[in-house]
């Protein structure tokens, strides 16, 4: 079955980098999904990658995957006090039609001053 | 700004009332998606719509009733609900594409309070 785990808490300091973990354990070819959700707010797609690629870089955000570990992260350069949030990582098997997601706990980042 | 958009932001009913939470799109996704969401806890998929036919029923109480009356809109009929049901409801639509998954995107969400 699908699985998806997250470390539940971070802390870093304004502009160090945070990495944010995840692993899962579908073994078919799937997407992986990072989404944000901020206080009050849904959830905001911030990238996404398929399970055939190692890497995807979008300006301050770096998606790095380990197929063989089925471990996925996200790394955060030049953290900032907006980034602080609740990262969720999602799985969605590759299927014909539309997805269906496997969510991870959310991991809440806090960045302070 | 998100390109989904849910109304209300906030509902507060009875458990005897009847109520309708409302989501729009106009990005012409052809699946759209029903969440609930407890404090500090992942969504939860309740149903899925695919070229406005039901697809999943997440075995969801029969107190929520989907509808999907065109492309751009999906509702969720509430009736008789329970405190347990307060929670954040959320709408998401993706584009359907046999070759490959599309992202799903969310809207903000409807607050919802059981008294």
Excluded at chain 1, 47 to 72: A, E, G
Excluded at chain 2, 16 to 39: D, I, P, V
Excluded at chain 2, 76 to 86: N, T, W, Y
């Amino acid at each position: 079955g699908e699985d998806v785990e997250q470390s539940l808490f971070l802390s870093v300091r304004e502009g160090d980098s945070s990495v944010i973990n995840c692993t899962y354990t579908d073994s078919s070819s799937t997407y992986l999904y990072w989404y944000k959700q901020e206080p009050g707010a849904g959830l905001q797609l911030l990238t996404y990658i398929f399970s055939n690629m190692d890497m995807k870089q979008d300006q301050r955000l770096t998606v790095l995957l380990n197929k063989k570990d089925k471990h996925l992260s996200l790394r955060i350069a030049d953290t900032q006090t907006g980034d602080s949030a609740i990262y969720f990582c999602a799985e969605s098997p590759m299927n014909s039609g539309y997805s269906t997601l496997t969510f991870g706990k959310g991991t809440m980042l806090l960045v302070s001053p | 700004d998100t390109e989904v958009t849910q109304t209300p932001k906030h509902l507060v009913m009875g458990m005897t009332n009847k109520k309708s939470l409302k989501c729009e799109q106009h990005m012409g996704h052809r699946a759209m998606y029903w969440y609930k969401q407890k404090a500090k806890k992942p969504p939860e998929l309740m149903f899925v719509y695919s070229y406005e036919k039901l697809s999943i029923n997440e075995s969801v109480p029969s107190r929520f009733s989907p509808e999907c009356p065109n492309s751009s809109l999906l509702n969720l009929h509430l009736h008789a609900l329970q405190p347990e049901d307060s929670a954040l409801y959320l709408c998401a639509s993706s584009q359907v594409d046999r070759g490959s998954n599309q992202p799903q995107h969310f809207g903000d969400g409807t607050r919802l309070s059981i008294l």
